[in-house]
């Protein structure tokens, strides 16, 4: 598995860049949103990617971060969303404001994607609840603060303020989780 890809950026479209690498140059798919943080022709950048093969193609997509990737990842496993179709989510979303749309249940945000209907927004916020907090929160906080990071979520604020919230509390993980939410949320209320 390619899992990411250092080059020089040749070429840069609406929502690829052809990447080169010395003696092969490669298209890469990327969300449009990104475009612009990539750089710009003659750049070099280290893009987090995913292969996807099928029975009549193979198509790189690349990201700017592992998380980036990872949700993309988690996006395609869903039945009905291909890889195209994760892409879109990803140019529309940040990472934090995906998690943030599907633990709202935020159906409306997902209707503005090209090719999301309520259907598929409804069966993506299903498959995704919970799942993207724990990629993340392990990924950024460690293990022992995912919980309280999925509570406070839960309770409606945004994974920015309650990651920042949980950090500015500094409670240990020797504590019970309940004691940790509520040391978390005295720091919200402030």
Known sequence: MITNIKGK??????????????????HINVPSSSISSLGKA??????F???????????????????SRS???????????????GLAVMSMF???DLM???????????????????KTAGR????????????????????????VLEALTALG???????EAIRLSGVGTDLKMEERVRAALEHLSG
């Open 9 to 26: 950026i040749t070429k840069i479209g609406i929502d690829w860049i052809d990447l080169d690498l010395g003696p092969v140059a490669l």
């Open 42 to 47: 003659g750049d070099t950048v280290i893009l």
């Open 49 to 67: 990617t995913s292969l996807q093969v099928r029975e009549d193609s193979m198509t790189l997509y690349g990201f700017d971060s592992d998380e």
């Open 71 to 85: 949700s993309f990842e988690s996006l395609i496993a869903i039945n009905g969303v291909g890889p195209r179709l």
């Open 94 to 96: 940040s990472v934090n």
């Open 100 to 118: 943030h749309a599907v633990n709202t249940e935020d159906q409306l945000a997902f209707s503005r994607v090209p090719g999301v209907g309520k």
């Open 124 to 147: 993506i916020i299903l498959e995704l609840k919970g799942q993207l907090n724990k990629q993340l929160s392990e990924s950024q906080l460690g293990e022992s603060s995912s919980e």
């Open 157 to 163: 604020y945004s994974f920015n303020e309650a990651k």
